[in-house]
């Protein structure tokens, strides 16, 4: 069974930048889209970012130009970093990987998440 661990999250003043990591259990990243979704209390789940497994990236338009998603296949990893954070993106961030080429995108295997708070 594929397991997601993400790490990098924390407290951070607004303008700051944090770095999210995601690690799977397997090799799923050769072939599998890889999505940061975040959700804030009392707030619907949000996909932040993707990355298909040719590198195309997709970004909300709530953090297009401030959040960058990398990917490493050899080391089963997908990054996230997050610059000039705003406290509007505290929430808990989730990594996951996508069903196929689902549409609209489906996932099915999910991190625990981890906590970032935009406080001054």
């Known amino acids: 069974q594929v397991q997601l661990a993400e790490s990098g999250g924390g407290l951070v003043q607004p303008g700051g930048s944090l770095r999210l990591s995601c690690a799977a259990s397997?090799?799923?990243?050769?072939?599998?889209?890889m999505g940061w979704y975040r959700q804030a209390p009392g707030k619907q789940r949000e996909l932040v970012s993707s990355v298909s497994r040719w590198g195309l990236t997709r970004y909300s338009d709530s953090v297009k130009g401030r959040f960058s998603i990398s990917r490493d296949n050899t080391k089963n990893t997908v990054s996230l970093q997050m610059n000039s954070l705003k406290p509007e993106d505290t929430a808990v961030y989730y990594c996951a990987k996508k069903i196929g080429n689902t549409k609209p995108p489906m996932y099915d295997y999910w991190g625990q998440g981890t906590q970032v708070t935009v406080s001054s």
């Open positions: 397997e090799d799923i990243f050769s072939s599998a889209t």
